[in-house]
């Protein structure tokens, strides 16, 4: 047990000494549009907010919620992309030392940008970070009858573990468990 606990300290210490990008202001092209790629801030949750509710029509997460998030600087990281000053997408991260695993805990694309590339990008940069932070997984939660984001996943390398039945809080829908594992693509 101690020794799990060392490895879990010495990741944990070693990954706030290493910067993985510097996510304080990078222009990147996809799609043909130009987009600003930045760590998220607080001055960003009503932003974050605003856009689970065009994608939703409610925000599954809390201003609170997402507060909570952004200040876990040691095992979280938030990406937004801006297109223009307008925040039309983000990804949120969490590592998972003891499972070397990290796990996308929020991602989110206004409907008008959707289907870009946008999330294609922030997934292929969240498997970017974890290969840096060596992980052997990533993994995710997505609802069960979100098609396009699942065939989005699955082509990204994301198998499907099992269903976790009534996940959802605002409608209870079901969600399906995936994982993407790092070591089996002999990368």
Same mark, same amino acid.
């Given at each position: =047990?101690? %020794?799990?606990?060392?490895?879990?300290?010495?990741?944990?210490?070693?990954?706030?000494?290493?910067?993985?990008?510097?996510?304080?202001?990078?222009?990147? =092209?996809?799609?043909?549009?130009?987009?600003?790629?930045?760590?998220?801030?607080?001055?960003?949750?009503?932003?974050?907010?605003?856009?689970?509710?065009?994608?939703?029509?409610?925000?599954?997460?809390?201003?609170?919620?997402?507060?909570?998030?952004?200040?876990?600087? *040691?095992?979280?990281?938030?990406?937004?992309? %801006?297109?223009?000053?307008?925040?039309?997408?983000?990804?949120? =991260?969490?590592?998972?030392?003891?499972?070397?695993?990290?796990?996308?805990?929020?991602?989110?694309?206004?409907?008008?940008?959707? @289907?870009?590339?946008?999330?294609?990008?922030?997934? @292929?940069?969240?498997?970017?970070?974890?290969?840096?932070?060596?992980?052997?997984?990533?993994?995710?939660?997505?609802?069960?009858?979100?098609?396009?984001?699942? *065939?989005?996943? %699955?082509?990204?390398?994301?198998?499907?573990?099992?269903?976790?039945?009534?996940?959802?809080?605002?409608?209870?829908?079901?969600?399906?468990? =995936?994982?993407?594992?790092?070591?089996?693509?002999?990368?």
């Amino acid at each position: =047990m101690f %020794e799990k606990f060392k490895y879990w300290y010495h990741c944990t210490v070693n990954a706030r000494r290493q910067p993985f990008l510097d996510y304080s202001r990078r222009l990147i =092209m996809i799609g043909g549009h130009h987009y600003v790629v930045r760590q998220a801030a607080e001055k960003d949750i009503n932003r974050l907010v605003e856009v689970e509710k065009q994608i939703y029509g409610t925000a599954p997460w809390s201003y609170a919620a997402f507060q909570l998030e952004l200040s876990r600087h *040691h095992d979280r990281l938030y990406i937004v992309v %801006e297109h223009k000053e307008e925040l039309v997408g983000f990804i949120g =991260m969490a590592v998972d030392w003891y499972h070397l695993d990290l796990h996308i805990t929020n991602i989110g694309i206004s409907p008008d940008w959707q @289907k870009g590339g946008i999330g294609t990008y922030l997934i @292929k940069t969240a498997i970017a970070y974890a290969r840096h932070l060596q992980l052997h997984s990533l993994s995710l939660e997505v609802r069960v009858h979100n098609l396009v984001a699942r *065939h989005l996943y %699955e082509r990204l390398g994301f198998r499907e573990n099992q269903i976790k039945q009534r996940y959802y809080l605002d409608n209870h829908e079901d969600a399906v468990d =995936m994982q993407a594992n790092l070591l089996s693509r002999g990368e």
